[in-house]
């Protein structure tokens, strides 16, 4: 069965989505490592209800972003993980990490990229007072939310209630999520110039 990596440094939402899709059979896909470089994070009693193993670690305990990375890349090659998927993790990628499991990195962002890149996606696109909202699926490389889209799925939504704008954001982030991912385990992630499985403003 395929493995998959999960990087978050924070709540774990897509975490838990993507992990009990993998636990329900809607992934074929077993959740085999969480890394996570934020001791005390909400996302790791999310791992410990499904009892996936966690690799946890503090950057300032490295000498060098290489040198955590490199560790990273090798439990990952431990692992034997095929598709990394990062959620909310907070940490552009350099590359030490790219360079080994490039092409197989892929993350999630709350807009419709290129528009709001960076933390504070939603609150910025709420504020400009768009009316139509979304979120990405796209592949990893060295920029703020750079790297090919891969999938976006989008929303309407005038109200004036970021809260409930932001609950719905994140769920349709769960759903794109999953059905991004069993896309790329049925066509294989690592190849070059896959089928383009976008299904944009569903
Ligand atoms: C999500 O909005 C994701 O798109 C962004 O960070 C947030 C993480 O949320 N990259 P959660 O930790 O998965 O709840």
Do not use: W
Not at 125 to 136: D, K, L, P
């Amino acid at each position: 069965m395929q493995k998959l990596a999960i990087f978050a440094s924070g709540n774990g939402s897509n975490f838990e989505a993507i992990a009990e899709a993998c636990a329900c059979g809607s992934i074929p896909a077993q959740v085999a490592l969480l890394v996570c470089d934020k001791p005390g994070a909400y996302v790791l009693e999310r791992a410990r209800k499904y009892g996936v193993e966690t690799f946890v670690f503090n950057p300032k305990d490295y000498p060098s972003k290489a040198a955590y990375e490199k560790e990273i890349a090798d439990r990952l090659d431990a692992t034997g993980v095929g598709l990394v998927c990062l959620a909310g993790y907070m940490r552009i990628l350099s590359p030490e990490l790219l360079g080994r499991y490039g092409g197989r990195i892929i993350n999630i962002h709350p807009s419709l990229l290129p528009a709001f890149k960076g933390a504070h996606a939603i609150r910025e696109a709420f504020e400009s007072g768009a009316r139509v909202y979304g979120v990405t699926v796209h592949r990893v490389d060295e920029t703020l939310d750079g790297g090919a889209i891969i999938a976006q799925r989008g929303l309407h939504y005038e109200g004036r209630d970021i809260a409930e704008l932001e609950r719905m954001i994140h769920e349709l982030e769960h759903e794109l999520y999953v059905d991004v991912i069993n896309g790329l385990l049925e066509g294989g992630v690592s190849r070059e110039g896959e089928p383009d499985i976008s299904d944009n403003y569903k």
